[in-house]
């Protein structure tokens, strides 16, 4: 036997009987921030390569939903302070060696310029739209003028937006299911796949749709390369992840995650995605709405399971 | 400098003196503690082993709360001692989570709160309130560059282990063992 209690009666809320202190706002704005980074950088990258025409749903239609992910995403970041009314504190400094700030920052950015990209392409969807001020006509043709330079700016921010949602928790080495760093790349991945079928689920044009099935298709296989190697990383480490993938292999988190993720998330819409490919209709939306739902199932888990491991000692 | 602190585990009788201590003298919420008693039970009646170690935050030289904290908030002062500033923490439970001890949590006022070492009470040449009030006297607080310090003399001359080395975080809370 070698039992460890507290005699003291500790009873801290949030940390015993077991740590809780991020709550469901942090995973739903980690997919949210991923999805946005996906639909951002593809906007940024097909924009560069001059394909506003044949994709207008990557380029210009798919980032009117990325801006206001952002803003949802930061109000979920903000719910979930603590201090709240300290909030500005983050812009205050800049801690290299803190995720956090790093993300702060990213956002502070990207926010703003997410909505001026989409704001170039507001008159092309509402043909009746009017500015009403000289200075936003002004802003709009500056705008219009720099866009292969913002799409480079976007596209850069996107995937630091994208790894920092990863690695706000692989930074943790105090919680083993998160220390590891193929999760900045996992969620990277994870929030192109989202952002790719969220264009594919919005697009009417069978050439774009299936362009971003394919595009799909090779992140999930991606994917699922990277979870393959997490739980081969955990498996031949410390007894410390050890413990942590046992949670995924006949633990609590075994049958949400394998069921969920794995399965609904990933395999199945592949497949389905495959189908479509070879011709078999398929509603667009049973394979874009479980890919976002396994996105969003990976960070409530991980962000759970996470939080109930620790060290031993 | 460099403030430390040595617990005898083998003079420890777990009456969780230091943790009324610690509440009183730093008023600490009610329902909340920013240090605790471990009792570690090994082996099988009855031939059983007990350890009981007095924990707290570790004041650690390779600090992970401080890395991670976007504000600047946790920082460490003179003497290696860890803090958190009330009014730069914006609560984001990033340090807490950070923290293989588990020796933070948020004050209900919204902040970040742990142990200090009591630093106002060392400034003043006084040792820690979990310190000063052990009955049996199984806590050694001090200066690690001065070798005439109650801590440094506990150190050199008993064995020692500190909690998780694995993770690299150089603890300088000492169990005398």
Redesign the interface.
């Known amino acids: 036997?070698?039992?460890?209690?507290?005699?003291?009666?500790?009873?801290?809320?949030?940390?015993?009987p077991y740590?809780h202190?991020?709550h469901w706002p942090i995973p739903t704005y980690l997919f949210l921030g991923g999805l946005a980074a996906g639909i951002l950088f593809f906007s940024g990258l097909y924009y560069i390569l001059g394909k506003e025409k044949q994709l207008p749903t990557a380029v210009k239609w798919a980032s009117f939903l990325a801006a206001p992910a952002l803003v949802v995403g930061l109000f979920f970041l903000f719910i979930?302070?603590?201090?709240?009314l300290?909030?500005w504190?983050?812009y205050?400094?800049i801690?290299l060696?803190?995720?956090?700030?790093w993300g702060?920052w990213t956002l502070m950015f990207i926010t703003p310029l997410a909505f001026i990209w989409s704001a170039t392409y507001l008159r092309e969807l509402v043909p009746k739209w009017d500015w009403k001020l000289k200075i936003l006509w002004n802003f709009e043709a500056l705008a219009i003028k720099y866009r292969t330079p913002i799409a480079w700016v976007i596209m850069l921010l996107a995937v630091i937006l994208g790894i920092y949602t990863g690695i706000l928790l692989s930074?943790?080495?105090?919680?083993p299911l998160w220390n590891t760093s193929l999760l900045g790349p996992l969620f990277l991945t994870s929030g192109l796949s989202a952002g790719a079928a969220t264009i594919m689920w919005m697009s009417k044009d069978h050439a774009e749709r299936s362009l971003f099935s394919k595009i799909d298709l090779i992140l999930i296989g991606v994917e699922l390369f990277f979870i393959i190697h997490l739980f081969m990383g955990f498996l031949a480490s410390?007894e410390v992840q050890i413990q942590a993938a046992q949670l995924f292999l006949g633990g609590e988190f075994t049958v949400s995650f394998w069921v969920f993720v794995i399965i609904m998330g990933l395999i199945f819409p592949a497949l389905l995605e495959v189908l479509e490919l070879r011709g078999f209709k398929v509603p667009v939306f049973i394979p874009a709405g479980l890919i976002l739902f396994g996105g969003l199932m990976l960070r409530f888990i991980m962000v759970e399971a996470g939080?109930l491991t620790?060290?031993l000692? | 400098m460099r403030y430390a602190m040595a617990i005898d585990t083998k003079k420890c009788v777990?009456c969780?003196d230091c943790?009324v201590a610690c509440q009183t003298e730093n008023n600490v919420p009610v329902?909340?503690?920013r240090?605790?008693?471990?009792?570690?039970?090994?082996?099988?009646y009855p031939q059983l082993e007990i350890e009981?170690r007095s924990e707290r935050c570790n004041h650690c030289d390779n600090a992970?709360c401080v890395?991670?904290?976007?504000?600047?908030?946790s920082h460490i002062v003179d003497g290696g001692v860890v803090l958190v500033d009330?009014?730069?923490?914006?609560?984001?439970?990033?340090c807490?989570?950070?923290?293989?001890y588990?020796a933070?949590?948020?004050h209900p006022?919204?902040?970040v709160d742990k142990c200090t070492f009591c630093i106002h009470r060392v400034e003043k040449g006084q040792d820690p309130a979990c310190v000063s009030v052990c009955p049996t006297n199984c806590m050694y607080f001090g200066d690690l560059d001065n070798p005439n310090s109650d801590v440094s003399k506990a150190l050199a001359t008993r064995k020692y282990k500190v909690?998780?080395p694995?993770?690299?975080t150089k603890p300088q809370v000492y169990y005398l063992v």
């Open positions: 036997m070698n039992e460890e209690l507290i005699i003291s009666g500790r009873m801290n809320p949030g940390i015993d740590l202190v991020w979930d302070l603590t201090h709240k300290y909030f504190q983050l205050t400094t801690r060696t803190s995720p956090m700030s702060a930074a943790f080495n105090a919680r410390t939080q620790r060290y000692y | 777990g969780s943790v329902g909340y503690c240090d605790w008693v471990v009792e570690s039970v090994a082996g099988s009981i992970p890395r991670c904290c976007p504000t600047g908030a009330p009014v730069k923490c914006i609560g984001c439970g990033a807490i989570e950070a923290c293989p588990d933070r949590y948020s006022d919204g902040h909690l998780a694995e993770a690299g």
